[in-house]
């Protein structure tokens, strides 16, 4: 297993130097050069996406300029990402599972087809998820301790992920709605639970980031342009463009996945079940991990096959957290074969007695 994980980073690796460039790699990198000479996004040229990741690859555009290399330093960043959001899937397994599990989840990610190619590109999405894993792992945190300050680290986690692109917004939603679940939860059961705090801590945390953005782009007299550029024309004329553009669909996607690595989809598919099934006779804290994971969960997939416009790369928060729950069918596969084993050797000894 640990060999098939270094063979996956080894074809990442060929892959950020071999693999064609996308157009949208080249806009991205573009955008940062121009933020690097001076321009202002949205007043002086116009873009689609919140401006953190053009932020991030603008010190690489000033020091490589023109040359060849910054596509590649580019691409080097989001292979980093990539790297990153790897440690935090093996943090948030720890969650649902054992050190087995957190190896297998990882390994079955390293496995997926789409996450292999999209995450070596140069897009938002690596830093959404990043952001959406890191939120969920402060959540979760902070609802099996109790923190205050985990729960306005999580929101503070989501809002960054807005900066990269308004896809962050089903981060945060998908965590609020844990928090708003937990809530009801409590009132039903007729116990005194101080949850509106952190609901309200979340809330603000979250809004922060796209607060401080909008006031500094009024600085420099772009937050009306922005606005405008990200928010209503990619909610009002982008969704109608992109249903043209993209020839398969979100279940066209799915299958092709499902084709290049069905060992991924069957173990995912059966660690969810698992997860759940055990969700009432779980510990408080094993319960907390596995309900957060599960609505957040189904946010990626409600916006995977409902609201994001179907491209490749969209499908990566809805395979990484699978892939958590994947490594939880990893933990209890061994499990199950052990005690089968056992039942086969007790049954052969009674028929050697016999």
Known sequence: MILALLVSFSFRALLLINK????????????????????IPYRDFWRDH???????????ARMFDESVLYLFVGRTVAFCASVAIFAMVFWLTRTVGNAHAQIFAIFLLGLELLFLRQTVEIRHDHMVVLAWLLGIGFHIHGRQRSSLRDHGLSGLSAGVGLLFSLKAIFAVASIGSALALAI???????????????????IVAAALPLFILTLGMWLLGGATAMWRQVFVDILLYRPREASQYFMVGPHGLCMKSFKAAPIFWVCCASGLVLA???????????RIAAIVLSVSLFWAG????????????????LVTLLAIFGGRFGEWLPEAIARQRGAFLRGGLTIGIA
């Open 20 to 39: 064609i460039f996308d157009p949208d790699e080249f806009q991205h990198l573009h955008n940062a050069w121009m933020l690097a000479h001076g321009f």
């Open 50 to 60: 919140t401006p953190l990741l053009m932020v991030v690859l603008s010190p690489f």
């Open 184 to 202: 009801l939860t409590q009132r039903s059961r007729s116990k005194r639970y101080d949850s509106v705090r952190p609901l309200a801590i979340f």
């Open 276 to 286: 759940l099934s055990e969700v009432r006779t779980a510990s408080n804290r094993d």
């Open 302 to 317: 409600l916006a995977f096959f409902v609201f994001v416009p179907p491209s490749p790369q969209s499908i990566i928060p």
